[in-house]
């Protein structure tokens, strides 16, 4: 079973500024999956915000709105995926998720297997 726990959310982030949020993958082999990180605000459904395939080649892919102040990266020693947010703007605000599948990453959320329990990210204006 793998299990995925976010960190680095939380409390009030005036535009502009910067977070990095943490996803710590464990139960199995970390090179083994691919992870994104996806994001939900109210009232609107889930979208994909980056993803990281680490198997072979490093690769990110990103949705339009955060190319440039996004980056996704991994720290294969630790099992942690990092997505380092920059510029933030109020419309950021959502619940972040991290998510692992087997396989190559992909920017559909039902493509993935295994989810952590999110952390919010609150953006003032």
């Known amino acids: 079973q793998v299990q995925l726990v976010e960190s680095g959310g939380g409390g009030l982030v005036q535009a502009g500024g910067s977070l990095r949020l943490s996803c710590v993958v464990s139960?199995?082999?970390?090179?083994?999956?691919?992870t994104a990180w996806f994001r939900q605000a109210p009232g609107k459904e889930r979208e994909f915000v980056a993803r990281?395939?680490?198997?072979?080649?490093?690769?990110?892919d990103y949705t339009d709105s955060v190319k440039g102040r996004f980056t996704i990266s991994s720290d294969n020693a630790k099992n942690t995926v990092y997505l380092q947010m920059n510029s933030l703007k109020p419309e950021d605000t959502a619940v972040y998720y991290c998510?692992?599948?087997?396989?190559?990453?992909?920017?559909?959320?039902?493509?993935?297997?295994?989810w952590g329990q999110g952390t919010q990210v609150t953006v003032s204006s």
């Open positions: 998510a692992a599948r087997a396989g190559t990453s992909t920017g559909y959320s039902g493509d993935y297997n295994y």
């Open positions: 139960g199995r082999t970390f090179g083994d999956y691919a």
């Open positions: 990281w395939s680490g198997r072979t080649t490093d690769y990110a």
